[in-house]
């Protein structure tokens, strides 16, 4: 199993109250699913995402990552699991503003220590095959919405991840752009990469082939799609 | 590495205000560190150049009697004749005898006010340097022949070869048998010409404590018990000379490395340092620097938390908190890099300014000493660990997540707080001083001096000039000039250096012995003064008493303990029963930093001392130096005038204070600089986050003017802390400077009230333009900022 949440709670305490934003998650994810995770806004898709990413922790419960218990491993090994096998995009884009597309695409190569020559292959390829070759040297202010997210994926998937984590691709670009990266994530899907997207939309979320709702932190139902 | 190097710079260009104001503020205050410490090297180096600097000791003789000790750095000439032979662990000796400046003649040119120093053979052997022609043996070997510096040697002699030449100086030949390179700055003493003590009768055969006593220690002798021996020695010689009569004498030796910043005498070879004044310097340099990385750190943090954003992007694309620390410590100090060199360069603008302020000729071999350089290298160091590694540290732990998901970060405002508070507490503080110190000289200028030392013009003629011979002549023709209201003459100068003495009450023994100062005066010098008087009268011209008399100042009475009327009463001076007629108010001759010390005027004169004249108010001092001129020419034609203005001798008394008061200045008006423009940084930064909010207030109606007024507030609540931090500090700092004056103000709530407002007002003034700008902006622009 890739994923696999075992009795998972995310919770605050604030004064005397405690405020769950995940409670009692039990689900497990194999590799090669499409999951879209819906629901109400504050319904805790996005933090049950950042946990599956290892940027957040649960506060009771385990998750397990390709069958290891990831509070039991260390900070460096957490770092290289998310290095090697994860990849995020986002509803904003988040591309970082000073540097151009090559170096954007290039930014979690060099966090994974690959040598200049390799991450200049690579780079290449994934700009040969989002068709930006031409737009190399351009900076995030000077592309299109779908075109940042464009860079974004090809900057999630240079490192070969076995997850994609997606926050609302959609969210900021229009119908049609949003089609174009949907049909991309499946594409990727197809590749063998596991993705988890977090959408509010009904119609991006029938891409992906199993769909999970969330409601007030906990699994309200979990289908397959047809 | 490229890729690394075009990130930094980036990044950095991306920042361009922050950046700005960054830069200007670290490289301010690393030119003022540097300043300073090229200074503080400066002391620090004196007299190391000596080779054997190790291995010499000046002797001091310590007298006590009644009236306290005296450490005294000059000592009898047997120091050298006698008791060398007598303690194995010295290898030599040289004794200096200081020499008024003197004219040197050389067929009919005259090349005035050289400095020589008298001294004996071995001279070269403990202070070594480069002989440019000549050699160590023959230096100062024979009698009337002179060693001279490059320098003079140039301004002699020319680009000729100097050896073998004759000059004539006080009408004595002298042949030059060596020329030397002249010794660095950062020498206690210094000389342009060496004579050989044996050259001269008078000083070779002087009976008192003349001359300045150096020993060079056997090496591998214990320096601790050849010292012991040098100083017991001492002791029996000087005793055997001048002890008894209540006077007991001790000595210590200084070794030469400490010569300069902890001179123990009360006067030295060269004008003395004080590892005070380094101390104090240091302390400033280290505050203001201190300020400015303060200042560094927060801006860089305020700054780097609007790039939280960045920060997770990197961290969700698997950048460890290792990269991103290296990333930022990077970025970091290639801005206190720029910010070092402009600052190199600032300094360098900025060193001759500083040093003429504090009188000082920095010696230029001291830029390139290994203590420098390691100074400078430590600067850049410290300044980089503490500038970059705090900002690293920081916003590499930042959490990826919260920015995504924009809950509000438990942001370290704490921490840019408490450095702003900080930094006004120093410039509060610094402010405080200053103002006390400002407080203080002007109290001083204007404590009763007990005399007028305005108007009055003092004139020393040469011992030659027929004006020294001829006083009375001189008086009676400087009386007829209407502009000129009174003549006298006194061998000292009111208010320069008096004449160390002893007196006792007459029929006391000798154990009522007390030390006192003496000016010796003429008849008149008093009313020309206008001391006042206390009881009985001044000296009377032309009669017979004025001779056998004296005046004692008040605090001269009271330490003879005189009760009743003093007038009448005989004291003994000089072996002579001399009878007191007069007491005068106690009258500022020295600072009035100290009390006074006791004093008595007599009525004995040679010739050799200074023409006093007190003048017209309405004129100028230019005025009537042009009017008396010709009255010293008609009885000397060649007589040059070299007025002494009394004034200027009293006013030169608070030197001390005035130059500490301008460096002080100095550093509070770049640390406000330093700190405004921080708190300037800061608080556009705060207003900027507050933009929406701004937008919402003016949306539900708020008006400008509340809204500026709620930003200043915060600027307000951080120095009304500061206030109550620092109000305290500069009451305590300003006691303890004030603790040393004798006359002293007392802090008034005002002085130290003063400060906080003006900070309020400064900071409000930097902040006002960033205050009005998002208060008066459009709120819908604002709020489409989403």
């Given at each position: 199993?890739?994923?696999?949440?075992?009795?998972?709670?995310?919770?605050?305490?604030?004064?005397?109250?405690?405020?769950?934003?995940?409670?009692?998650?039990?689900?497990?994810?194999?590799?090669?699913?499409?999951?879209?995770?819906?629901?109400?806004?504050?319904?805790?898709?996005?933090?049950?995402?950042?946990?599956?990413?290892?940027?957040?922790?649960?506060?009771?419960?385990?998750?397990?990552?390709?069958?290891?218990?990831?509070?039991?491993?260390?900070?460096?090994?957490?770092?290289?699991?998310?290095?090697?096998?994860?990849?995020?995009?986002?509803?904003?884009?988040?591309?970082?503003?000073?540097?151009?597309?090559?170096?954007?695409?290039?930014?979690?190569?060099?966090?994974?220590?690959?040598?200049?020559?390799?991450?200049?292959?690579?780079?290449?390829?994934?700009?040969?095959?989002?068709?930006?070759?031409?737009?190399?040297?351009?900076?995030?202010?000077?592309?299109?919405?779908?075109?940042?997210?464009?860079?974004?994926?090809?900057?999630?998937?240079?490192?070969?991840?076995?997850?994609?984590?997606?926050?609302?691709?959609?969210?900021?670009?229009?119908?049609?752009?949003?089609?174009?990266?949907?049909?991309?994530?499946?594409?990727?899907?197809?590749?063998?990469?596991?993705?988890?997207?977090?959408?509010?939309?009904?119609?991006?979320?029938?891409?992906?082939?199993?769909?999970?709702?969330?409601?007030?932190?906990?699994?309200?139902?979990?289908?397959?799609?047809? | 590495?490229?890729?690394?190097?075009?990130?930094?710079?980036?990044?950095?260009?991306?920042?361009?205000?922050?950046?700005?104001?960054?830069?200007?503020?670290?490289?301010?205050?690393?030119?003022?560190?540097?300043?300073?410490?090229?200074?503080?090297?400066?002391?620090?180096?004196?007299?190391?150049?000596?080779?054997?600097?190790?291995?010499?000791?000046?002797?001091?003789?310590?007298?006590?009697?009644?009236?306290?000790?005296?450490?005294?750095?000059?000592?009898?000439?047997?120091?050298?004749?006698?008791?060398?032979?007598?303690?194995?662990?010295?290898?030599?000796?040289?004794?200096?005898?200081?020499?008024?400046?003197?004219?040197?003649?050389?067929?009919?040119?005259?090349?005035?006010?050289?400095?020589?120093?008298?001294?004996?053979?071995?001279?070269?052997?403990?202070?070594?340097?480069?002989?440019?022609?000549?050699?160590?043996?023959?230096?100062?070997?024979?009698?009337?022949?002179?060693?001279?510096?490059?320098?003079?040697?140039?301004?002699?002699?020319?680009?000729?070869?100097?050896?073998?030449?004759?000059?004539?100086?006080?009408?004595?030949?002298?042949?030059?048998?060596?020329?030397?390179?002249?010794?660095?700055?950062?020498?206690?003493?210094?000389?342009?010409?060496?004579?050989?003590?044996?050259?001269?009768?008078?000083?070779?055969?002087?009976?008192?404590?003349?001359?300045?006593?150096?020993?060079?220690?056997?090496?591998?002798?214990?320096?601790?018990?050849?010292?012991?021996?040098?100083?017991?020695?001492?002791?029996?010689?000087?005793?055997?000379?001048?002890?008894?009569d209540?006077?007991?004498?001790?000595?210590?030796?200084?070794?030469?490395?400490?010569?300069?910043?902890?001179?123990?005498?009360?006067?030295?070879?060269?004008?003395?340092?004080?590892?005070?004044?380094?101390?104090?310097?240091?302390?400033?340099?280290?505050?203001?620097?201190?300020?400015?990385?303060?200042?560094?750190?927060?801006?860089?943090?305020?700054?780097?938390?609007?790039?939280?954003?960045?920060?997770?992007?990197?961290?969700?694309?698997?950048?460890?908190?290792?990269?991103?620390?290296?990333?930022?410590?990077?970025?970091?100090?290639?801005?206190?890099?720029?910010?070092?060199?402009?600052?190199?360069?600032?300094?360098?603008?900025?060193?001759?300014?500083?040093?003429?302020?504090?009188?000082?000729?920095?010696?230029?071999?001291?830029?390139?000493?290994?203590?420098?350089?390691?100074?400078?290298?430590?600067?850049?160091?410290?300044?980089?660990?503490?500038?970059?590694?705090?900002?690293?540290?920081?916003?590499?732990?930042?959490?990826?997540?919260?920015?995504?998901?924009?809950?509000?970060?438990?942001?370290?405002?704490?921490?840019?707080?408490?450095?702003?508070?900080?930094?006004?507490?120093?410039?509060?503080?610094?402010?405080?001083?200053?103002?006390?110190?400002?407080?203080?000289?002007?109290?001083?200028?204007?404590?009763?001096?007990?005399?007028?030392?305005?108007?009055?013009?003092?004139?020393?003629?040469?011992?030659?000039?027929?004006?020294?011979?001829?006083?009375?002549?001189?008086?009676?023709?400087?009386?007829?000039?209407?502009?000129?209201?009174?003549?006298?003459?006194?061998?000292?100068?009111?208010?320069?250096?008096?004449?160390?003495q002893v007196i006792n009450?007459y029929?006391?023994?000798v154990?009522?012995t007390?030390?006192?100062?003496e000016?010796?005066?003429?008849?008149?010098?008093?009313?020309?003064?206008?001391?006042?008087?206390?009881?009985?009268?001044?000296?009377?011209?032309?009669?017979?008493?004025?001779?056998e008399?004296v005046?004692?100042?008040?605090?001269?009475?009271?330490?003879?303990?005189?009760?009743?009327?003093?007038?009448?009463?005989k004291v003994v001076m000089h072996g002579n029963p001399l009878?007191?007629?007069?007491?005068?108010?106690?009258?500022?001759?020295?600072?009035?930093?100290?009390?006074?010390?006791?004093?008595?005027?007599t009525?004995s004169?040679?010739?050799?001392?200074?023409?006093?004249?007190?003048?017209?108010?309405?004129?100028?001092?230019?005025?009537?130096?042009?009017?008396?001129?010709?009255?010293?020419?008609?009885?000397?034609?060649?007589?040059?005038?070299?007025?002494?203005?009394?004034?200027?001798?009293?006013?030169?008394?608070?030197?001390?204070?005035?130059?500490?008061?301008?460096?002080?200045?100095?550093?509070?008006?770049?640390?406000?600089?330093?700190?405004?423009?921080?708190?300037?940084?800061?608080?556009?930064?705060?207003?900027?986050?507050?933009?929406?909010?701004?937008?919402?207030?003016?949306?539900?109606?708020?008006?400008?003017?509340?809204?500026?007024?709620?930003?200043?507030?915060?600027?307000?609540?951080?120095?009304?802390?500061?206030?109550?931090?620092?109000?305290?500090?500069?009451?305590?700092?300003?006691?303890?400077?004030?603790?040393?004056?004798?006359?002293?103000?007392?802090?008034?709530?005002?002085?130290?009230?003063?400060?906080?407002?003006?900070?309020?007002?400064?900071?409000?003034?930097?902040?006002?333009?960033?205050?009005?700008?998002?208060?008066?902006?459009?709120?819908?622009?604002?709020?489409?900022?989403?």
């Open positions: 199993m890739l994923i696999s949440f075992k009795d998972l709670d995310k919770f605050y305490d604030t004064g005397f109250q405690r405020a769950f934003i995940l409670k009692g998650i039990n689900l497990d994810i194999a590799e090669g699913e499409f999951v879209s995770i819906m629901g109400p806004s504050g319904a805790g898709k996005s933090t049950l995402l950042y946990i599956a990413g290892m940027l957040d922790e649960p506060s009771a419960g385990e998750y397990y990552f390709l069958d290891q218990p990831v509070s039991k491993i260390n900070e460096k090994k957490r770092v290289e699991f998310h290095r090697h096998y994860v990849g995020f995009i986002f509803q904003a884009f988040h591309l970082i503003e000073e540097m151009t597309v090559y170096e954007n695409i290039e930014t979690p190569l060099v966090y994974k220590g690959m040598k200049g020559s390799l991450r200049q292959a690579v780079v290449a390829e994934m700009l040969d095959r989002f068709n930006m070759v031409a737009k190399k040297d351009l900076f995030p202010s000077q592309l299109s919405g779908g075109q940042q997210q464009l860079v974004a994926i090809a900057r999630a998937i240079a490192g070969k991840p076995k997850l994609l984590l997606a926050d609302e691709p959609t969210g900021n670009l229009h119908t049609d752009q949003g089609k174009q990266i949907m049909d991309l994530l499946v594409q990727l899907n197809n590749e063998g990469i596991t993705i988890v997207q977090v959408t509010h939309n009904e119609q991006f979320a029938r891409y992906g082939k199993r769909i999970i709702r969330l409601t007030d932190g906990m699994i309200s139902s979990d289908t397959r799609t047809v | 590495m490229r890729r690394f190097l075009s990130n930094i710079t980036r990044s950095l260009r991306h920042n361009k205000g922050f950046l700005i104001i960054n830069i200007a503020g670290l490289a301010i205050g690393l030119a003022v560190s540097v300043v300073l410490l090229l200074f503080v090297a400066n002391e620090l180096s004196y007299d190391r150049h000596f080779s054997r600097k190790d291995r010499i000791v000046q002797l001091n003789p310590i007298e006590t009697d009644a009236g306290g000790s005296k450490i005294w750095p000059i000592c009898l000439r047997s120091a050298y004749q006698d008791l060398p032979s007598k303690i194995p662990g010295i290898e030599s000796t040289v004794q200096i005898f200081k020499g008024w400046a003197m004219n040197v003649n050389r067929d009919q040119d005259q090349f005035r006010d050289l400095q020589p120093l008298y001294t004996d053979p071995d001279f070269f052997g403990m202070f070594d340097t480069d002989f440019i022609s000549g050699s160590r043996e023959i230096a100062l070997r024979d009698p009337n022949t002179v060693v001279i510096t490059d320098r003079i040697s140039k301004m002699i002699f020319g680009n000729m070869d100097a050896i073998g030449k004759a000059v004539t100086i006080e009408e004595k030949i002298y042949t030059v048998n060596a020329v030397v390179k002249a010794l660095p700055l950062n020498t206690h003493f210094t000389f342009d010409i060496l004579i050989p003590i044996h050259s001269t009768d008078w000083i070779a055969k002087a009976g008192g404590q003349e001359f300045f006593t150096y020993y060079l220690i056997r090496e591998g002798a214990s320096q601790t018990s050849v010292c012991q021996a040098i100083t017991a020695e001492y002791k029996r010689l000087i005793t055997a000379k001048f002890g008894g209540g006077t007991t004498w001790d000595a210590i030796t200084v070794k030469l490395t400490d010569l300069h910043l902890y001179q123990k005498s009360s006067f030295g070879l060269g004008k003395p340092g004080s590892i005070s004044s380094v101390l104090l310097l240091a302390s400033l340099a280290f505050l203001i620097l201190l300020l400015a990385i303060t200042n560094f750190i927060n801006l860089f943090i305020v700054q780097g938390n609007s790039r939280a954003l960045e920060i997770g992007i990197r961290k969700a694309n698997g950048g460890g908190v290792g990269q991103l620390a290296l990333q930022f410590f990077s970025e970091a100090t290639a801005v206190v890099i720029v910010a070092f060199v402009i600052g190199l360069g600032l300094a360098n603008l900025l060193a001759e300014p500083v040093y003429n302020l504090i009188d000082k000729t920095i010696e230029p071999s001291v830029l390139f000493s290994p203590l420098f350089i390691l100074c400078i290298i430590t600067l850049l160091i410290f300044t980089i660990i503490l500038s970059a590694s705090y900002p690293a540290f920081y916003l590499s732990r930042f959490g990826a997540i919260e920015v995504f998901k924009k809950s509000p970060r438990s942001s370290k405002r704490g921490f840019t707080k408490a450095i702003t508070v900080f930094q006004s507490v120093i410039t509060i503080v610094l402010i405080t001083v200053i103002l006390v110190v400002n407080s203080q000289i002007r109290y001083l200028r204007n404590v009763p001096k007990g005399y007028n030392p305005d108007q009055v013009m003092m004139v020393i003629p040469d011992s030659k000039s027929p004006v020294s011979s001829h006083y009375q002549s001189v008086k009676e023709n400087l009386e007829k000039l209407p502009v000129v209201e009174r003549v006298s003459a006194s061998q000292h100068l009111v208010g320069g250096g008096a004449s160390g009450l029929n006391t023994g154990d009522q007390r030390k006192i100062n000016y010796r005066v003429l008849p008149g010098l008093c009313e020309l003064m206008k001391f006042e008087l206390v009881e009985g009268q001044y000296f009377a011209e032309n009669s017979p008493r004025t001779k008399s005046v004692l100042n008040e605090a001269a009475v009271k330490m003879l303990g005189i009760t009743g009327s003093a007038v009448g009463q009878e007191i007629i007069g007491v005068v108010r106690d009258f500022y001759y020295t600072s009035p930093a100290r009390a006074v010390d006791p004093m008595v005027l009525s004169w040679g010739n050799d001392g200074a023409i006093y004249l007190r003048y017209d108010p309405s004129l100028s001092k230019a005025d009537i130096a042009n009017m008396v001129l010709p009255v010293f020419r008609k009885i000397d034609p060649d007589f040059i005038l070299n007025p002494i203005w009394c004034d200027d001798l009293y006013y030169a008394k608070f030197e001390k204070e005035l130059s500490m008061y301008e460096i002080v200045g100095a550093s509070t008006v770049l640390s406000l600089i330093i700190a405004l423009l921080g708190l300037f940084a800061i608080h556009s930064y705060s207003a900027l986050q507050r933009t929406k909010e701004i937008g919402i207030r003016k949306v539900c109606g708020e008006s400008s003017g509340s809204l500026i007024a709620m930003l200043s507030a915060d600027v307000i609540r951080w120095i009304a802390v500061a206030g109550i931090i620092a109000v305290p500090v500069s009451l305590f700092a300003a006691n303890q400077w004030l603790d040393n004056y004798a006359n002293r103000i007392s802090v008034d709530w005002f002085l130290l009230i003063l400060p906080v407002v003006l900070e309020v007002i400064l900071a409000l003034g930097a902040t006002l333009a960033i205050s009005l700008k998002v208060s008066t902006q459009n709120p819908v622009k604002a709020l489409r900022y989403e």
